[in-house]
């Protein structure tokens, strides 16, 4: 499976950004796919889950309410709509795919890994 992250740039506070993410190969053995950041020296974390089949999320509280994850599963593309942004949302985002079954915020359990795409929210 290959992952390619699109969409990134420049900003100013309360922007809005949409993130994509292609999945090419065996896209199909992918059980759900995530969003995941990473600041400046910080860890990197996770922002949004979505399962493939149902299309259920989950979302981490700094971005609940701002960021809406969705998936066109005829284009095996994942999105990130990111609306209202504020500084502390600067970051590399990183999508991600899993293989197990679950809808879950671990780095670990990701078995994919696209290339990041710059975000940055000037103040």
């Known amino acids: 499976v290959q992952l390619q992250a699109s969409g990134g740039g420049l900003v100013q506070t309360g922007g809005s950004l949409r993130l994509s993410c292609a999945a090419s190969g065996r896209a199909f053995s992918m059980y759900g796919m995530g969003w995941f950041r990473q600041a400046s020296g910080k860890e990197r974390e996770f922002v949004a889950a979505?399962?493939?089949?149902?299309?259920?999320?989950i979302y981490s509280d700094s971005v609940k309410g701002r960021f809406t994850i969705s998936r066109d599963n005829a284009k095996n593309t994942m999105y990130l709509q990111m609306n209202n942004l504020k500084p502390e949302d600067t970051a590399v985002y990183y999508c991600a795919g899993r293989r197990a079954y679950g809808l879950g915020s671990s780095l670990s359990e990701y078995a994919y890994w696209g290339q990041g795409t710059q975000v940055t929210v000037s103040s």
């Open positions: 979505i399962r493939w089949s149902t299309g259920s999320s």
